[in-house]
């Protein structure tokens, strides 16, 4: 590999921009070649692989990939799970802590919250299924500010404008301004897998396999737990 080498160019959702970022880091100090990492909202990533903008990989939501594979967006057989991701729940710096011990109080700290939070991406979308199972979807409703993709819920609820903000715990753990909560309880909990797949797009697919049979090694682990997530397998 020479200086005149492109880096690797990697789109992935906002969820593991900092694990991906500490990962890509020690990629490069084992000898690996530079990743240019860009994170977005998922839904945006996984539009703009649709539209065939030219990247090398892809690392989003497992179902996200594989329907980009359904597509020819992605490679087939080229999926590799990389990290496993829960739920938490974060107030205000300095707001009053509601019990978050078991789905009841949960449940509660839903119904009494002034305004809640949650983002676009999967976790969203469990929320809002869960709300449902609830019966008090339209309760809350005219409650619930929805984080624009690729704005972290955190950010809202330490500005002040959610009281109560839900989102994966890597995205929420960087953040000042927030008292996170912990995370979901193990019965209302939602694990999101992300996986990386080669785009169909990339001119060194090989390059990209090998990044990612890194991120998903034993030797990332670490670097996944400080970020608060777990090693896919």
Same mark, same amino acid.
């Given at each position: ?13 906002? !969820?593991? &921009? @900092?694990?991906?970022?500490?990962? +890509? ?5 084992? /000898?690996?070649?530079? %990743?240019? $990492? ?66 009841? !109080?949960? &449940? @509660?700290?839903?119904?009494?919250? +002034? ?5 676009? /991406?999967?976790?969203? %979308?469990? $929320? ?106």
């Amino acid at each position: 590999m020479t200086d005149a080498t492109p880096p690797l160019h990697i789109i992935s959702s906002m !969820a593991t &921009r @900092q694990v991906l970022s500490g990962l +890509a880091e020690q990629y490069r100090a084992a /000898g690996g070649p530079e %990743v240019k $990492l860009e994170s977005v909202g998922g839904v945006d990533a996984a539009k703009r692989v649709q539209a065939g903008e030219p990247f090398d990989g892809v690392i989003l939501a497992s179902n996200a990939i594989d329907q980009l594979i359904a597509d020819a967006k992605v490679l087939a057989g080229s999926r590799v799970d990389i990290v496993k991701s829960g739920i938490a729940i974060a107030v205000r710096a300095g707001a009053p802590h509601p019990s978050i011990a078991d789905e009841a !109080a949960v &449940r @509660q700290a839903v119904k009494d919250a +002034a305004t809640l939070g949650y983002s676009t /991406g999967p976790s969203g %979308v469990y $929320l809002m299924k869960l709300f449902e199972r609830w019966g008090i979807a339209e309760e809350i409703k005219p409650r619930i500010v929805q984080a624009p993709p690729g704005i972290p819920v955190g950010s809202l609820v330490a500005r002040g404008e959610i009281a109560l903000g839900f989102q994966q715990l890597s995205e929420l753990l960087p953040l000042e301004g927030i008292d996170i909560l912990g995370p979901l309880p193990a019965d209302i909990q939602s694990i999101t897998t992300f996986s990386g797949g080669v785009a169909a797009t990339s001119q060194r697919p090989d390059a990209v396999r090998a990044l990612l049979a890194f991120m998903a090694s034993p030797q990332a682990t670490p670097v996944k737990q400080r970020n608060g997530m777990d090693a896919a397998a």
